[in-house]
């Protein structure tokens, strides 16, 4: 980062080789969509390379990195709210004309599988925004509880707590996948 405050661009292309997968999968996760991940995935590294000279090595440069990502997916999340989009396909037709990659289980398996990971990210998308980042950080980043504190803002019981209520709705939600 002190490279790429002073306007090293071979830096901070380093920088974004190395984490852009990371910050892409936990905003798609956070949308539910991949489209919108990458464009706010452009954004959070726009403002990392606008903010390098302000930014302080008081934690680890992932947990900054992922407070810039909650901060826009947040926004994101806000816009949305207040001009929901209207979908050009509906979802049926989305799997439909998306080629399905089954990793050779037998066609009734697959679409078990994707049916049950198209209610995950449902579930998932419903949660409040505090609970839906918690688990992102936690299971698809496996950040430890400090740094999701860090992140979120929280300390490490508020976290465990979030965390808590965060399963117990993934849970509830899930419960007819989890019982079959």
């Known amino acids: 980062m002190e490279r790429v405050a002073k306007g090293d661009v ?55 990195l992922f407070k810039i990502t909650r901060n826009l997916v947040f926004n ?45 990210q449902l579930a998932i998308d419903a949660l409040p925004e505090t609970q839906r980042m918690a688990i992102v950080l936690r299971r698809y980043e496996e950040m430890p509880y400090e740094e999701i504190g860090h992140v979120l803002g929280l300390s490490v019981p508020a976290v465990k707590s979030v965390l808590f209520r965060a399963r117990a709705e993934l849970r509830e939600r899930l419960r007819k996948y989890l019982e079959g």
């Open 10 to 64: 071979e830096a901070f292309q380093a920088l974004i080789e190395t984490h852009q997968s990371r910050v892409v999968g936990a905003v798609a996760k956070m949308l539910g969509d991949e489209m919108d991940a990458e464009d706010i995935a452009q954004q959070v590294f726009i403002r990392v390379w606008k903010s390098a000279g302000r930014y302080q090595p008081t934690a680890k440069f992932t947990t900054w």
């Open 76 to 120: 994101e999340l806000r816009r949305r709210k207040r001009h929901p989009a209207t979908p050009l396909q509906t979802e049926e037709e989305e799997h439909f004309f998306q080629p399905v990659d089954n990793g050779g289980m037998p066609p009734d398996e697959s679409l078990l599988d994707l049916e049950l990971n198209d209610a995950i």
